[in-house]
């Protein structure tokens, strides 16, 4: 398995807000580990809320007090306990500065193993499937416009253009205890597994990043041209993308 990942702050942002993490060698008790945050809030809350929450979380796991005890059936409930703990943290921290309040991030985080895929989720940074045949998005936005679209009202074209898509309902930093989305899914037929911040997503549409995504080229320049690709088309956002090739 090989994986790469690489966040950038677009064309039009003064900063970037994502953090990502890679690790694509055992970690903790995790023999790999991924994460996508997406922060948001003023100044430089939405950076502090994401990298904040991507350490708390990888300290968290590293530092598991019972990381022999740990085996694959057990991965979803770390991942979503790790969650858990940075949401607290974020929470915490605002509630102490108060330059810090509001701040929020979304999360995504996955561990390949055992022939299937583990992901916890909070927000609407995305998880992706790619197959020969097909690109799945695997996680639910949690958005005005993800509902939306889950329940028919608007179709995935219009989401894109809405004037509430930004609109996000569940984030880390808003409240805690929150609830997490957790999934365990086989591998099956995917060869590459997508972690990406909406930056990506709003840019592209599915065919163009399977398109790239499943293209020549080692997983460190795919990544790189997915985030160029996204860029030469306005760069509004953020971006940040981790591709994990499973099966190249």
């Known amino acids: 398995m090989y994986a790469a990942g690489l966040t950038d702050k677009g064309k039009t942002r003064e900063q970037n807000q994502d953090t990502i993490f890679v690790a694509s060698e055992p970690f903790g008790p995790f023999p790999n580990l991924f994460i996508v945050a997406d922060g948001m809030g003023g100044h430089n809350a939405g950076e502090v809320a994401s990298v904040e929450a991507v350490t708390h979380m990888t300290d968290y796991i590293r530092s598991f007090d019972v990381a022999e005890f740990v085996q694959p059936d057990n991965y979803l409930d770390l991942l979503v306990t790790a969650v858990q703990k940075a949401n607290s943290k974020i929470c915490q921290m605002a509630k102490e500065d108060s330059k810090l309040d509001g701040m929020g991030t979304t999360l ?22 790619i197959t020969p045949e097909s690109i799945t998005q695997l996680t639910a936005d949690h958005s005005y416009v993800g509902q939306m679209v889950q329940t028919g009202q608007i179709s995935k074209e219009e989401a894109l253009t809405h004037p509430q898509r930004n609109v996000i309902t569940r984030v880390l930093g ?7 989305d957790g999934l365990v899914l086989p591998i099956n037929e995917t060869v590459t597994i997508l972690l990406c911040s ?13 398109e790239i995504a499943e293209g020549v080229g080692f997983v460190e320049h795919r990544a790189r041209f997915l985030v160029e690709e996204a860029n030469s088309r306005g760069g509004h956002d953020n971006i940040s993308t981790i591709l994990i090739d499973i099966k190249r």
């Open 108 to 129: 995504t985080a996955c561990v390949v193993a055992d022939e299937k895929m583990f992901f916890a989720h909070v927000g609407d940074s995305r998880a992706y499937a």
């Open 174 to 180: 808003v409240q805690s205890p929150f609830e997490v």
């Open 198 to 210: 909406d930056g990506l997503t709003n840019m592209l549409e599915d065919s163009k990043i399977k």
